[in-house]
């Protein structure tokens, strides 16, 4: 049985840019960073595989906000 934590994902920033620092985690216990990122997806935040491989990558609302025009 897994244990649920709350696991927190950090934003690495756009693609050509600097990592913001920015953290995120859910308002309840998940037990893997893929269901916090499906959680956190409806809030903006996305995922990318690092070319090559490796670990992957998580951009905060702000930072892929940045790489597309934003009217809002
Ligand atoms: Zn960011």
């Known amino acids: 049985m897994a244990t649920a934590a709350y696991l927190v994902i950090r934003c690495d920033g756009p693609p050509d840019g600097e990592p913001c620092g920015a953290e995120t985690h859910t308002p309840h216990p998940v ?6 990122r499906r959680i956190r997806r409806a809030d903006g ?6 070319p090559g491989g490796g670990p992957l990558l998580d951009a905060c609302p702000d930072c ?5 025009s934003h009217t809002a």
């Open 45 to 50: 935040w996305r995922t990318r595989r690092r």
């Open 31 to 36: 037990t893997t960073h893929s269901e916090l």
């Open 64 to 68: 892929t906000g940045r790489t597309r």
